[in-house]
C-alpha cells in the first residue's frame, strides 16, 4: 500500500481523469456538507433549549401552602395553612440526607428609593442556600449569609438590573437603599441566566424580613434541592415522602390536594429532557440519512468508473496485472476522493455555521456547531464507507475477464 | 515452443452453446512467423486468446513452453502472461490518459521494475521502434500506425517468448500496414516467435507459415515463401 509507484498510478488516474474525480468527489463533498451544517442546526436548537429550561437547578422542589379544601382529624375545611420557621428546620432535620441544599422564602412588594430614582421590586427573603437553588452568580461583593440571618441585619442583594434603573451609572454596592421607608445596606449584586424580570428581584436575609413584616416566624414558600445522586424514581417518591410529612404535621387529610403543594422539577425537566433526546434522535436519523445518500452516491459513481474503466482494467491484466494490483488501484482511489472532498465538504460546512450562524440566533438556533467527536466520526464513517463503496466495484472489475474487457468497445 | 491437443471451446448462446473450437491441434516452435487464418466466425480469435490465456478452453491441452496451462488462477495467469506473452491488438488498446513512454513501460511495472529501469527499457523499445521523439504524447496525438508501433513497443517490453497479434493491420491503410508487417518480419528474423490472427491474404503471404481455419477445425497447415514487406514500401 505504500508502494511509491501504486500512488503515482493513481495520482495519474485522478488527475487525467478530472471531470470523473471531480464528480465523484462532488457527491462527497455535498454530502459531508450538509450533514455538518444540519448536525450544527440541530445542535444550536438543542443549545437553545438546554439554555431555556437550563436556569435553574433541575433537581429543585418548591413547596408552598394553601388552604384545606377537606376537613381532617376535627378540623373543618377552608382552614389555612401557615408555614413557618418550625415546618422548615423539622423538613431539614428528617431528610437531612436527601437534602442539597434548602432555604425559605418570604415574597414583599417594595418601593425602592435612592435619592431621585424611585421604583417598585420583588423582595425575596431567605437563608443563604438560595444562591444556589437559583444558580445565581454574585457580579460584587456577597450573598447573604449565616451570620446576616442570626443578626437579623439590614442588608440586601440587588439584581444588576436594579442597579442600572436605580444607580444609573454609578456603583450602588456600599450604598443605602430605601425599602419603603426603612434603610438598608447593599452588601452584592448578583446577575442571573435567566431572564431580565430575575434580575430586578431584591434579596434579604430572611430573619430580618419577619422582624421588619409582623414580627412573626411566618414564611411562604420552602424551596430545596435534593441530592442529585437520586435517580427519576426516587426524586419523586422523595417528593412523595416530604408531601404526606407535611399533611401530618398540619393535620391535612391524605386526599387534600389544595393545603400542600409540592411542585418537584424532577417530572418537569424529565419532560423536557424527554424532547431533548427526541430532537436528538431526530438529528442523527436525518444526518446518518444524508451520510447513506452520500455512500449510496459514490457507490454509484464507483460501478460508472469501473464500467468507464473496463477497458483499461482488460488491457492491465492482458500486460499481466494481478488481480490485488486492479482491486487497490480503483480502492485507493475511491477512498482518496473520498478522504478530501469529505474534508472539503466538513470546511466548508463549518466554515458556513460560523459566518451564517449568528445570522440564526433569531430562529431559536443558538451556538450552531459541530464537536470535534463529530468531525472524527464523520472522517471515520467517510473512510470506511468509500471503502465499502469502492471495494465491492473494485473486486467486481478485478474478476472481470480480460477477453470481454477488451471487447468493450 | 507452443502444443495444443485436441482443443475445445464452446460458447453458450441462450439455451443452446455454440461450438467454436472443434478439436484444434497445432504446434508452434520457435523462431516460427505463424499466420491463423480464416473467415469471421471460424474461431481464429477464439484460438488466439485461448493461447494468450485471456480466455479457457473447455478441454484439451495447451503446454506453453513446457508449462502446462490448465485451471489457472486469475493470479497465476497475470504471471504467464506478463512473462510469456506480448499482445498487439486490432484497436492498439493503449490506455489513453498515458503517454506513449507510460504505455511502454506499464507490462515493466507488473514486472515489479524500478522506476528508472523502467523509463530506461521503455525508452529503448520506443526507439526501436523509431518513436523515440514521441515519448511524451498520448495516444489521441498519436497516427494510427504510430499507434500500433507504440503497442509493439509495450508488447516487446516484457521480453515475451511469443507475440501474439490480433489482426495487427485491421485499421490501417496498405501502406501503413506493411510498414508494420516489415518490423514484425524484423523482429521474426531477430528470433521472435509472432503468430498473427488475420483475414487478409497479402499479411497471411508475409508470415513463414499459414493455418487456415473453417468452421472450429483446422482446414490446411502449410509453410509458404515469405513475401517481404519490404518490397512492397
Redesign the interface.
Known amino acids: 500500500m505504500f508502494d511509491i509507484d501504486l500512488w503515482r498510478e493513481i495520482f495519474q488516474s485522478i488527475n487525467k481523469n478530472r471531470l470523473r474525480t471531480l464528480m465523484s468527489g462532488f457527491t462527497v463533498l455535498f454530502a459531508i456538507m450538509l450533514f455538518t451544517i444540519l448536525f450544527g442546526i440541530a445542535n444550536g436548537l438543542q443549545n437553545t433549549f438546554t439554555e431555556a429550561f437550563g436556569d435553574d437547578a433541575t433537581n429543585a422542589i418548591f413547596i408552598r401552602s394553601g388552604t384545606t379544601s377537606k376537613a381532617s382529624n376535627g378540623l373543618q375545611a377552608g382552614r389555612r395553612i401557615q408555614f413557618d420557621n418550625n415546618t422548615f428546620s423539622s423538613i431539614k432535620s428528617e431528610n437531612d440526607d436527601n437534602i442539597e441544599y434548602i432555604t425559605s422564602r418570604i415574597f414583599k412588594n417594595v418601593t425602592a428609593t435612592f435619592r431621585n430614582e424611585t421604583d417598585n421590586y420583588s423582595v425575596r427573603a431567605v437563608h443563604p442556600d438560595q444562591q444556589f437553588i437559583e444558580k445565581t452568580s454574585i457580579d460584587e461583593g456577597r450573598y447573604i449569609n449565616q451570620r446576616d440571618l442570626e443578626n437579623k441585619t439590614k442588608v440586601i442583594v440587588i439584581g444588576s438590573k436594579v442597579e442600572e434603573d436605580l444607580f444609573l451609572k454609578t456603583t450602588a454596592l456600599g450604598k443605602y437603599l430605601n425599602l419603603s421607608g426603612i434603610q438598608y445596606k447593599i452588601v452584592g449584586i448578583f446577575s442571573d441566566e435567566g431572564n431580565d424580570d430575575e434580575e430586578r428581584i431584591i434579596y434579604m436575609p430572611l430573619t430580618t424580613a419577619q422582624q421588619v413584616y409582623g414580627n412573626n416566624d411566618y414564611i411562604d414558600q420552602i424551596s430545596l434541592t435534593y441530592n442529585p445522586k437520586l435517580n427519576f424514581d426516587e426524586a419523586i417518591a422523595f417528593s412523595n415522602k416530604l408531601t404526606s410529612e407535611l399533611k401530618k404535621l398540619f393535620s391535612v387529610a391524605v386526599s387534600d390536594q389544595r393545603a400542600i403543594r409540592v411542585r418537584n422539577r424532577a417530572s418537569e425537566s424529565q419532560s423536557v429532557s424527554a424532547l431533548t433526546t427526541g430532537l436528538g434522535i431526530i438529528i442523527l436519523v436525518i444526518g446518518f440519512g444524508t451520510l447513506i445518500a452520500g455512500v449510496v452516491g459514490i457507490s454509484n459513481i464507483m460501478i460508472f468508473i469501473v464500467k468507464e474503466r473496463t477497458k483499461e482494467i482488460g488491457i492491465r491484466k492482458a500486460l499481466g496485472a494481478p488481480p490485488k494490483s486492479i482491486v487497490f488501484i480503483i480502492l485507493l482511489e475511491s477512498i482518496l476522493i473520498t478522504i478530501i472532498a469529505g474534508f472539503l465538504g466538513l470546511i466548508i460546512g463549518m466554515a458556513v455555521l460560523k459566518y451564517g450562524g449568528p445570522s440564526l440566533e433569531q430562529y431559536f438556533i443558538k451556538d450552531a456547531a459541530v464537536s470535534l467527536n463529530l468531525i472524527v466520526a464523520a472522517t471515520i464513517t467517510l473512510i470506511v464507507s468509500g471503502g465499502i463503496a469502492g471495494y465491492l466495484p473494485a473486486k467486481k472489475a478485478s474478476q472481470i475477464k480480460p477477453i470481454i474487457a477488451l471487447r468493450n468497445d | 515452443m507452443l502444443k495444443i491437443n485436441k482443443l475445445h471451446k464452446s460458447y453458450p448462446i441462450g439455451d443452446s452453446s455454440l461450438h467454436v473450437l472443434k478439436g484444434i491441434n497445432l504446434e508452434v516452435e520457435t523462431g516460427e512467423m505463424v499466420a491463423i487464418m480464416g473467415s469471421s466466425g471460424s474461431g481464429k480469435s477464439t484460438l488466439l486468446?485461448i493461447i494468450?490465456m485471456?480466455?479457457e478452453a473447455d478441454s484439451g491441452d495447451y503446454i506453453l513452453d513446457e508449462v502446462p496451462i490448465k485451471n489457472l488462477t486469475?493470479?497465476k495467469a497475470?504471471?504467464y502472461?506478463?512473462?510469456f506473452l506480448g499482445?498487439i491488438?486490432q484497436?492498439f488498446?493503449?490506455?489513453n490518459?498515458?503517454n506513449a513512454l507510460?504505455n511502454v513501460a506499464?507490462?515493466l511495472?507488473?514486472?515489479g521494475l524500478k522506476?528508472k529501469e523502467r523509463q530506461e527499457k521503455g525508452k529503448f523499445h520506443l526507439t526501436k521502434v523509431g518513436l523515440l521523439e514521441w515519448a511524451d504524447h498520448l495516444p489521441s496525438e498519436l497516427s494510427g500506425g504510430q499507434k500500433q508501433r507504440v503497442a509493439i513497443a509495450?508488447a516487446l517490453a516484457?521480453d515475451p517468448k511469443l507475440l501474439l497479434a490480433d489482426e495487427p493491420t485491421g485499421a490501417l491503410d496498405t501502406t501503413t500496414s506493411y510498414e508494420i508487417m516489415e518490423f514484425l518480419q524484423q523482429l521474426n528474423d531477430e528470433g521472435k516467435t509472432i503468430l498473427i490472427v488475420t483475414h487478409e491474404e497479402d499479411i497471411a503471404a508475409m508470415c513463414k507459415r499459414v493455418v487456415r481455419l473453417r468452421d472450429g477445425v483446422i482446414e490446411e497447415d502449410k509453410k509458404v515463401n515469405q513475401v517481404r514487406a519490404g518490397q512492397h514500401v
Do not use: H, T, V, W
Request: aromatic share 18%.
Open positions: 486468446n494468450g485471456l480466455d486469475e493470479k497475470a504471471i502472461r506478463n512473462k499482445f491488438f484497436s488498446n493503449l490506455i490518459y498515458k507510460e506499464l507490462p511495472y507488473y514486472q522506476r509495450r516484457a
